[in-house]
């Protein structure tokens, strides 16, 4: 397959952690340059949360440095990220995006080539 799939969304209280997976992919993963997830909130454009290169080198954008963590298994098929310290504004719908582009670290959707569905997460005060 080479679209890619979401799990592990879901309600949690503020101070709490979730643990978002993805899986799938182009079917040649030697031709990903980054993995990374993007989340959209309601009303909000969608904005770039974190990326990882084939070397395993990630970024992060400036609002959940320290508490995201973004992981990927060997054989790069599926990628995760740990959210820890959640916070009312963390509320989105999360998505894991590939690029096969080397300018994917630049967090745009312009880059992104296989898209997931979706998985929503909400955190409430």
């Known amino acids: 397959q080479e679209h890619l799939v979401e799990s592990g969304g879901g309600s949690v209280q503020a101070g709490g952690s979730l643990r978002l997976s993805c899986a799938g992919g182009p079917r040649y993963m030697y031709s990903v340059y980054c993995m990374s997830w993007f989340r959209q909130a309601p009303g909000k454009e969608r904005e770039g949360v974190g990326a990882?290169?084939?070397?395993?080198?990630?970024t992060y954008t400036e609002s959940v440095k320290g508490r995201f963590t973004i992981s990927q298994v060997d054989g790069k098929t599926s990628m995760y990220v740990q959210m820890n310290n959640l916070k009312p504004e963390d509320t989105a719908m999360y998505y894991c995006?590939?690029?096969?582009?080397?300018?994917?670290?630049?967090?745009?959707?312009?880059?992104?080539?296989?898209w997931g569905q979706g998985t929503q997460v909400t955190v409430s005060s």
């Open positions: 995006a590939a690029s096969i582009t080397p300018q994917c670290f630049q967090m745009s959707e312009r880059f992104y080539k296989y």
């Open positions: 990882i290169g084939r070397d395993g080198r990630t």
